[in-house]
């Protein structure tokens, strides 16, 4: 009888045992099916282009996970400030009203995507911007303490990439929709990821940037600095130093643009500028990386050799950092003759053109004077251009492969 019983038993366990161990599997299957259809559907939905329709969430989770994806990114600057923050703007912070900034922003991009995955509304999206939110609390937050830290680390400029993405999102998406050239155009148009990761780089890469400029230039240009001519300039006014300083670096950039459009060599680098055929605010940042240094070089050297003052360079600063990304806007005004005297938007469009009458034209990046003085304008009928990107399309797409193509290319 106790075997029969034992028998019984085993029989009666090995019934209950099954569903158990089957319940159990898919307990520990459900979250991860659930996570790998979060991260599944975010990861698609970030390599599409084109129109969000609103009313979906879907919209809204695009917001929600971006400022999820920030506040990340800056609770890790909290963390490790002397590796991931720019020297030159630690000192400059107002930490309390940046500490504000972040806990409105995660305020925000919590509850709203929170609420749509509440609502069953885009669910993958929200779900990883929701979880992303939680991460950064689990974190610190913002309430993540700094304490003190040296500067002579090597650092990547988190910081830099961080606020101007949020600046330039706020501020020249909104002069898109508010005086667009082209109505039709999508904000998430075509290869906006390719320029997103073209704008990271060089935005955390300015560490090494800025190391490589300052050592070259006064390398280069140490010897010609003269302290009369440096003296003469620095007497002058604010507002007439300005206009020097900006009409100095603008006729230096003139020819040096004029130089990577008309020889060949240089043209393999510029070509990855002139390779985006949709026109936006971060079409802009597409730039090989030596392009950048070999620029900042020239300018930043003869800047230099002047001797303007330094709140005057800061001033152009802000200046050539403004038109830098305003000038690639899908952005229409009406300028009247202004535009003889300084770059738009329009103006610098024909520059990207491909149409015949805009191939070598409108190189200025502040006063479209010079190009008028040296006949390089652009003379057309048409008022706007109708095509953009590289006559023939041959340059490859990818951030990578746009970096190595000028060691490769045969033009």
């Given at each position: 009888?106790?075997s029969k ?29 659930v ?19 609103t ?5 809204s ?12 990114l800056?609770?890790?600057a909290?963390h ?7 020297p ?17 922003s ?14 069953n509304?885009?669910r993958?999206?929200n779900?990883?911007?929701f979880?992303?939110v ?11 303490p ?10 990547l ?11 330039s999102?706020l501020?020249?998406?909104a002069?898109?929709k ?7 155009q ?17 935005h ?31 007497n ?23 130089a ?6 240089l ?42 003052e330094?709140?005057v360079?800061?001033?152009y ?19 009247g ?11 610098h469009?024909?520059?990207?053109s ?14 479209s ?7 390089t304008?652009?003379?057309?009928e048409k008022?706007?251009p ?21 060691f490769?290319?045969k033009?």
């Amino acid at each position: 009888m106790a075997s029969k019983r034992t028998g019984n038993f085993k029989h009666l366990a090995s019934k209950v045992s099954a569903p158990v161990i089957e319940a159990g599997e898919m307990a520990v299957q459900a979250p991860l099916k659930v996570a790998g259809e979060v991260v599944g559907d975010t990861a698609a939905l970030m390599q599409r282009s084109g129109e969000i329709k609103t009313g979906y969430g879907v919209a809204s989770g695009v917001f929600a996970l971006g400022l999820a994806i920030l506040c990340f990114l800056g609770v890790l600057a909290f963390h490790f400030p002397q590796y991931l923050t720019t020297p030159e703007l630690r000192h400059k912070y107002d930490v309390g009203v940046i500490r504000q900034i972040m806990f409105a922003s995660l305020l925000v991009s919590g509850v709203w995507s929170l609420c749509n995955v509440v609502l069953n509304r885009a669910r993958s999206i929200n779900m990883a911007a929701f979880v992303l939110v939680l991460a950064t609390v689990v974190l610190g937050g913002s309430r993540v303490p700094v304490g003190d830290f040296p500067d002579n680390t090597p650092y990547l400029g988190l910081d830099w990439f961080i606020l101007d993405l949020l600046g330039s999102t706020l501020i020249f998406v909104a002069l898109e929709k508010l005086f667009p050239l082209y109505k039709g155009q999508t904000l998430f148009r075509k290869a906006w990821q390719n320029d997103l990761i073209h704008f990271g780089f060089n935005h955390l890469l300015i560490g090494f940037m800025l190391l490589v400029v300052n050592f070259a230039i006064h390398k280069v240009f140490g010897w010609m600095v003269k302290s009369d001519l440096q003296a003469m300039i620095q007497n002058l006014w604010f507002l007439p130093q300005l206009l020097l300083c900006v009409f100095v670096a603008d006729f230096v950039e003139y020819w040096t643009h004029r130089a990577y459009h008309e020889v060949p060599f240089l043209w393999k680098f510029h070509s990855i500028h002139h390779s985006s055929e949709v026109m936006d605010w971060l079409a802009g940042s597409r730039l090989h990386f030596m392009e950048i240094i070999v620029t900042r070089v020239l300018i930043l050297g003869a800047l230099y050799v002047a001797g303007f003052e330094k709140n005057v360079l800061d001033a152009y600063i802000i200046i050539v950092g403004f038109q830098a990304v305003f000038n690639h806007a899908n952005v229409h005004l009406n300028w009247g003759p202004l535009r003889y005297v300084f770059v738009t938007p329009d103006f610098h469009h024909w520059h990207h053109s491909s149409d015949d009458e805009a191939i070598d034209r409108n190189y200025a990046a502040h006063f479209s004077f010079i190009d008028y003085i040296f006949g390089t304008a652009v003379d057309s009928e048409k008022q706007f251009p109708e095509k953009y990107g590289v006559v023939g399309n041959y340059v490859p797409a990818g951030f990578l492969k746009q970096q190595a193509f000028p060691f490769k290319i045969k033009l």
